[in-house]
């Protein structure tokens, strides 16, 4: 069974940084696209960035450009995004997920884990 459980969230600073991961398991984690997303507090699902299998292509969300870089390391079969100089705006539930390509709104909506919560405030 898939199984994705995201961690290293919390509250940060406006223009800190900050590393989220996403262990991964139960499918071939090397072969898949993978994605994070975020859940701002009363808002819609907002897609962030993506990664292709091998880690070499990357695509982000224009609101994240320039501050966050998404990674993968396939022998941990873990997911990375790292952000750095966030913003409030960047307050959200982080999910990770397996993702039919690296555009933006393919990300598959099942198998989700918990999320881990960023906070961004003075």
């Known amino acids: 069974q898939v199984q994705l459980v995201e961690s290293g969230g919390g509250l940060v600073q406006p223009g800190g940084s900050l590393r989220l991961s996403c262990a991964a398991s139960?499918?071939?984690?090397?072969?898949?696209?993978m994605a994070w997303v975020r859940q701002a507090p009363g808002k819609e699902l907002e897609w962030v960035s993506s990664?292709?299998?091998?880690?070499?292509?990357?695509k982000y969300d224009d609101s994240v450009k320039g501050r966050f870089t998404i990674s993968r390391d396939n022998a941990k079969n873990t997911l990375y995004l790292q952000m750095s100089n966030l913003k409030p705006e960047d307050t959200a539930v982080y999910y990770c997920a397996q993702s039919r390509d690296l555009f933006r709104n393919s990300y598959y909506r099942d198998n989700w884990g918990p999320g881990t919560r960023v906070t961004v405030s003075s």
């Open positions: 990664i292709n299998h091998g880690g070499t292509d990357t």
């Open positions: 139960g499918f071939a984690f090397r072969y898949y696209v």
